[in-house]
C-alpha cells in the first residue's frame, strides 16, 4: 500500500536527478478552449527541466473514445510509456508548468497502471526555476524500455458506475470545478453542456487546494479542506478528469491514497439527458 507524501520538493530533485533509474516527465497541459494560451507541448519545448520527456495526456489515452485523453488499454499503454524510455523498476517524478494541470492526472494515471514509485514536483517548473535549476530546449530521444502495465481497476469510475453510486449515495463524491460551474450560476467553457452536478456531490475546487505560488497546500492545512475524507473510498470529478486528480493528490498527502477517478467527468456526464443534474440557481 503506498504512503508518505505524493510530492517531492524541486531541492530534492536536484539533489536525486542524476540517478539513472530516476525518471523525470513533464506533463504540461492546457486546456484546448483556452485559445490565448500556449499547448502544453509547446510550454514544454519552450523550456524543461533537462532530461524530462513529454508526456501528451491527449495522446497517451484511449484514441477510440469520444472523450478526451481517457485512460488508454493497458496492452496499448505498455508501448506507449515503454517509448519514453521507461521500464519496470525505474522512479518517475512528473512535474508541469500549469498549477498541476496535468501532473497530478499522470501521477493517478500511472498509479492506475501499476506504478508505485511516482511522485509529482510540487510547484513544478516554477519551483525548480525558483532554486535555480536549469531549464533546456534540446528533446531528449529517449531509447525504448519494455514496460509491463497492470491496471488497477479500483482507481477508476465509469459512468454506469457513477449512476449507481449517485442513486446510492455510498460514497463521498468531490467535485473539482469551481463554485460557479458546480452551482449551475456560470457557464461550462465546454459548448453544449449545462453546469450543474452529481446530485450528492461536493464542491472542492482544485484552486483551494494550493498556495499562492502554485504549490500544493501542506497537510494540515489540506486536512482542514479534506478532513471529512481522510480515510475510505472517495471518488473525484471535474471537467475531463484533469483537475480531479488535484484532489485525489491532496487526498494521498493526508494519507487517503485510496481515491477513485470519474475518468469522463463532467464532460462525460452533462452530455447524456438521462443523467440527473442538480443546480443551485
Not at 42 to 65: K, R
Not at 213 to 227: C, H, P, R, T, V
Request: hydrophobic share 40%; glycine share 10%; aromatic share 8%.
Amino acid at each position: 500500500m503506498e504512503h508518505g507524501d505524493p510530492l517531492v520538493s524541486a531541492e530534492w530533485l536536484k539533489q536525486h536527478i542524476q540517478r539513472p533509474e530516476l525518471k523525470v516527465l513533464d506533463a504540461t497541459w492546457v486546456p484546448p478552449f483556452l485559445k490565448d494560451r500556449d499547448s502544453g507541448r509547446t510550454c514544454y519545448e519552450n523550456g524543461h527541466i533537462p532530461g524530462a520527456v513529454y508526456f501528451d495526456i491527449d495522446e497517451i489515452a484511449d484514441q477510440d473514445s469520444d472523450l478526451s485523453h481517457m485512460l488508454p488499454d493497458i496492452s496499448d499503454f505498455d508501448a506507449m510509456f515503454g517509448a519514453l524510455g521507461i521500464g519496470d523498476g525505474d522512479e518517475v517524478v512528473v512535474y508541469d508548468n500549469n498549477n498541476f494541470f496535468a501532473s497530478a492526472r499522470v501521477w493517478w494515471t500511472l498509479r492506475a497502471m501499476g506504478l508505485t514509485e511516482v511522485a509529482v514536483l510540487d510547484g513544478g517548473l516554477k519551483a525548480w526555476q525558483d532554486i535555480g535549476g536549469p531549464i533546456e530546449t534540446e528533446i531528449p530521444a529517449p531509447e525504448p524500455k519494455a514496460y509491463t502495465a497492470m491496471f488497477l481497476r479500483r482507481f477508476v469510475r465509469n459512468m454506469d458506475e457513477m449512476r449507481t453510486h449517485v442513486e446510492a449515495g455510498d460514497q463521498p463524491i468531490l467535485d473539482a470545478r469551481d463554485n460557479g460551474r458546480f452551482n449551475g450560476t456560470s457557464p461550462e467553457p465546454r459548448a453544449g453542456l449545462p453546469s450543474g452536478h452529481m446530485p450528492g456531490s461536493v464542491c472542492v475546487p482544485a484552486s483551494s487546494l494550493l498556495t499562492p505560488n502554485g504549490k500544493m497546500k501542506s497537510a494540515d492545512a489540506l486536512a482542514e479542506i479534506l478532513g471529512d475524507y481522510k480515510e475510505g473510498p472517495v471518488i473525484t470529478t471535474c471537467g475531463s478528469g484533469v483537475s480531479a486528480a488535484v484532489i485525489a493528490l491532496a487526498l494521498a498527502r493526508i494519507g487517503n491514497y485510496h481515491a477513485a477517478i470519474y475518468d469522463g467527468s463532467w464532460s462525460e456526464w452533462a452530455a447524456h439527458s438521462d443523467n440527473p443534474i442538480a443546480t443551485t440557481a
